[in-house]
Structure formats: C-alpha cells, structure tokens
C-alpha cells in the first residue's frame, strides 16, 4: 500500500498523464460474473452500480439501481440466475440513485444502513415517504402502511454478516462528514463494492455543504480500503476496477487540493478560484459539470471551515418542459409567465403523469414543488420534489 504522504510528493513532482474516454458504461445494463456466485450489476451510461451475492440461504443485494426501471431489469438478472429470495439489501450512501430501489425488495429483505442514513430516514418528511411508497406502483397495497425505517438494521461501525456460507464485511470509515458511506467487503473472493470513493474516470460529485462528504474523508477511505488490495473493485458508477482505480482517486483528489491551496495562497477570490479551477489532466472523465461544487468545497475545506448551510426556500412553477436531459434528470421549462427554470429531477422525485422520468418529454405541461437553496450555487438545477406532467 502506498502512503498517502508518498502520494502527496509525486503528486507534488509532476501530473502530466492524459487520461482517454474510458468513463461511460454501455447503453443497455450489464450482469456480470465476477467470482463464484457474486455478480455486478453494470448500469447503463454511467447509472449506478449494484453487487449481487448469491448464498443457499437467499441473496444479498448491495446498493439497488438508478430509477425504477433499471431496479426492475436488477430484479430480471437476480432471477436469472437463482430462486433464492434477496433477504438482505445493503445500502452503500443514502443518495437517490443507490437507495431507490429499496422499495422493491423491502419488505420482506432486510435493509442494513449505517446509523446516519438511519438518522436521516428518520427525519424524513410525509411526502418524502409517500414518494418510497409510490416508487413502484405495483408494490403500493404492499407497502401502504410501511415506513422506511420498518424493515431496517444498522450498525455503526463495522458489520460482518454471514449467510449460506459466505462472509460481507461492510466497512465505515468514521469521519464528522461522513454522511453514512461504507464499502462492502468479500474477503474470500477479494470482491469490493467501494460506495460512495469507488468513481472510475469520472469527477467525484462533491458538494460545499459536505451533504457528499469531504475529499480528505474520502482519502482516509481510500487508504483504508485500498489497503485490502481488491482484486475487483465496482465502483458506485461506471466499468469495473480494481486496487488501481482507487489509487487513481487518490491521485486525483489529492492533485485538486494542491491546485485550489496554490489559488488560495495567489489570494484570489472563491469566485476567480472556482472560475479557473479544472482537472485537464483527466481529460474523458464523466461529470465535469462536478468542478464547480468540488472548487467551491475544497476551498472550505482548506480553510478549516464547517459544511456550508444552506437554507432552502419551496417555489412552484406551472409552465411548458423546453428541454430534457440524461433521460429525464436535467429539465428546462419555461413557466407561464415566461421564466426559464432549470430543475433536477431526482430519484426521490414523486412524478404523477408518467411512470418515471425516463418518460418525460418536450412539450408536456408540468406542475413542480421545487427548493431553491439560498445563497448557494445549484450547478445541476433546482431539485424538485413533486412533478406532475400532461401531454
């Protein structure tokens, strides 16, 4: 295992590798075979992962796919390949894209958190509920009067479960912003799903009100976690890795925290630092739109500073969908008096009119609840909490 401070001195020499479009997965999800009885689930254009592990005594199911219809096509390659239930489902970080699918699975599976993620379900709002219940429209009766929280176990440090023969050990690495991001460990196959630090080719969606985390927590896991020195590694987007590919993130994060330090010591301002930040030695990485939240965090960061708290302030709009974008993640609508708002349609986004974003059009009338975050830059638009859309 290379140190973090060896790291820190090559860095410090020279970056000059150029890095080629290796970043987005193919257009349709994958299910591949990665060791005995334990699968990955590859989702398609850089949706997120899933790992699957199959044992005599059911599956175990870790993160649980992008949206709903990608949690469905998971649900189509489980059955290819067992009858066995999924009784456990393990949740990597409590973002839309990994936790969505939940519903589909729990109950009767058992979901295993970290005890923040726990907390923050706890905190949850009537509609962020109704939002869980509805995801699946099939499974409504089953889970009319079912809370999140109903069908959950957590631990908070470490957690080993064993089942059907085979051993998960899930991982936490403690950190005061560490929103509750683990990996899950398969020490007999050498088998990594690596949560929330496992990005291949593709800027790390860090955030200034830390809601993501920090990159120096995410450096201490990738210390942590390369040390195991994974044979495979899936990492939460994009192709499969291995230890390398965490040694890269580590390369890559520790090269942005010099180049903002180098601005801060210029004494430029956080707006000619965010305006002159990149990362060019990546070129082909997925997500530049990422670069102007990830300069804004490391400039809190290096300063010592606590997350940015940003309040936030609900507005509705009622006008016409101009432009969708990523299958529906990304709109623009025009409202009737005129305005044009950019709004992120996330996957705890209760859509009424269509069956997913996926299904979103131009052209289509849309009603929104949406939170504007008060002086703070919302770089991938507006999250919207209720959508309802007609022809």
């Not at 970043?23 to 075979?33: C, L, N, P």
């Amino acid at each position: 295992m290379r140190s973090v401070a060896a790291i820190a001195l090559a860095i410090g020499l020279t970056v000059t590798m150029q890095w080629s479009a290796l970043a987005v997965t193919g257009e349709k999800a994958e299910f591949k075979k990665v060791a005995d009885d334990v699968y990955a689930f590859i989702g398609k254009l850089n949706d997120a992962n899933a790992l699957v592990v199959v044992t005599s005594q059911g599956v175990v199911v870790v993160d649980t796919g992008n949206n709903p219809p990608e949690t469905r096509i998971l649900q189509q390659f489980i059955r290819s390949v067992t009858q066995e239930p999924v009784r456990y489902v393990i949740i990597t970080q409590n973002h839309g894209d990994h936790t969505g699918g939940t519903p589909l699975f729990a109950p009767p599976a058992t979901v295993i958190v970290h005890d923040r993620v726990a907390k923050d379900w706890a905190s949850w709002k009537p509609y962020q509920v109704k939002s869980w219940r509805l995801r699946f429209r099939e499974r409504a009766d089953a889970l009319k009067n079912v809370h999140p929280l109903d069908n959950v176990v957590t631990f908070s440090e470490r957690m080993t479960l064993k089942l059907g023969g085979k051993t998960i050990e899930l991982l936490y690495v403690d950190d005061p912003y560490n929103p509750g991001d683990i990996a899950v460990w398969l020490p007999e196959s050498g088998v990594m799903h690596a949560g929330f630090v496992g990005y291949i080719d593709r800027h790390p969606d860090i955030r200034p009100d830390y809601s993501h985390g920090t990159t120096g927590g995410m450096l201490r896991q990738l210390d942590a976690f390369s040390a195991l020195k994974p044979q495979v590694m899936i990492p939460a987007h994009g192709p499969l890795g291995d230890v390398k590919d965490l040694h890269a993130l580590t390369d890559y994060l520790l090269l942005a925290r010099k180049k903002v330090l180098a601005m801060m010591q210029q004494g430029l301002s956080l707006d000619e630092i965010i305006k002159q930040f990149h990362m060019n030695e990546y070129k082909g990485w997925d997500r530049e739109s990422h670069f102007a939240w990830l300069a804004e965090t490391l400039h809190r960061e290096l300063q010592g500073q606590g997350p940015q708290i940003v309040p936030l302030v609900e507005q509705r709009l009622a006008g016409t969908i101009l432009q969708v974008g990523q299958e529906g993640r990304r709109l623009t609508v025009r409202t009737d008096a005129g305005q044009e708002v950019r709004l992120r349609i996330t996957s705890d986004t209760d859509i009424e009119g269509a069956a997913d974003r996926s299904q979103l059009k131009a052209g289509m009338k849309a009603r929104a609840l949406y939170v504007v975050p008060q002086g703070a830059n919302a770089a991938l638009g507006f999250d919207v909490y209720e959508l309802t859309v007609a022809p």
